[in-house]
């Protein structure tokens, strides 16, 4: 089971916030540091010092760490034109030396299209799939070739499809709630499906949907990793846990049904549980930046367990 730290920096959080993290995700020996892609803080929070971007974070944590895989969960479509958006994943991949990966979704927060002037069409997940049509045709471009796609949203006329990323495939997640069309999007296009604050039976029923459409897009069963993102509230005892979720506002059963909270042993029974119905890998959704000494006690009590 893969542990990979997520970070909602849209609550409050600086570059230099970021990059403590990061290291320290690096050091800890995580698998990966992802972040969220969004402009305006959600809830009670001031947010301050405001928003930073995602890929201009990115790009900045490529070049100061080494070993640990970078990514969004997820980039917003009516954030970036497709074409845009394959340049700065390719650029930022090959400034990590080929550790990037992609989450992409439709975009949903209408507040923060609203705040910085950001279109917010209806059409957003059909815009998403000519998005990811796009993003992966100019990629698998081979060089001194020329791509072309004719969409209802985005036309491209002999595009060089460059610059090209270090990977063979920038691994490209796609994730979701939805019964239907993110399920045909993710057997189509993905190679991660993530499923987000979601109960384990939920997440067992979404991943049956993913398989079938998988199956039916000509690729199998297999063809995707299948994954979690969940908040994570541990503590030595419950006197720790109490006070690590007073700290991001919320109450501990409340955590412990919707997330990973408890003891070590609690998380690891649960994350097991997780694993149970196909799940391979669990973003930990850190809110308290600060509190590195919580990503010490998961390194070690935690993710120890789970290698």
Not at 124 to 146: C, Y
Not at 237 to 259: C, H, K, Q
């Amino acid at each position: 089971m893969d542990l990979r730290i997520f970070t909602e920096p849209q609550q409050g959080a600086t570059y230099d916030t970021l990059l403590t993290v990061a290291k320290a995700t690096e050091d800890l020996g995580f698998d990966a540091f992802f972040r969220s892609d969004h402009y305006v803080k959600m809830g009670s929070v001031d947010g301050l010092p405001g928003p930073t971007d995602a890929w201009i974070t990115l790009a900045g944590l490529a070049r100061e760490t080494k070993r640990i895989r970078l990514g969004t969960l997820m980039t917003a479509g009516t954030f970036r034109l497709p074409g845009v958006l394959a340049i700065q994943v390719a650029q930022v991949d090959q400034m990590s030396g080929g550790r990037i990966e992609l989450g992409l979704g439709a975009g949903w927060f209408e507040e923060e299209h609203q705040a910085y002037g950001i279109p917010f069409p209806k059409e957003r997940v059909a815009r998403l799939e000519e998005q990811l049509a796009i993003v992966t045709g100019l990629w698998a471009t081979d060089p001194g070739k020329t791509f072309d796609f004719h969409g209802t949203y985005y036309d491209l006329t002999d595009s060089p499809a460059l610059p090209k990323p270090v990977q063979s495939r920038i691994p490209v997640l796609i994730g979701g709630h939805g019964a239907t069309r993110t399920p045909r999007l993710a057997g189509q296009y993905a190679d991660e499906f993530n499923m987000p604050f979601a109960s384990i039976q939920d997440s067992e029923r979404q991943f049956g949907r993913v398989r079938a459409a998988a199956e039916a897009a000509g690729r199998g069963t297999d063809a995707l990793t299948y994954s979690n993102a969940l908040v994570v509230c541990v503590g030595k005892d419950d006197a720790e846990v109490a006070r690590r979720a007073a700290a991001i506002g919320r109450e501990v059963d409340e955590l412990r049904t919707n997330g990973l909270a408890g003891s070590p042993a609690e998380v690891v029974d649960k994350i097991g549980r997780y694993a149970e119905i196909g799940s391979r890998r669990v973003y930990l959704q850190l809110l308290d930046l600060s509190d590195l000494d919580h990503l010490e006690l998961i390194s070690s009590q935690v993710q120890s367990q789970l290698s």
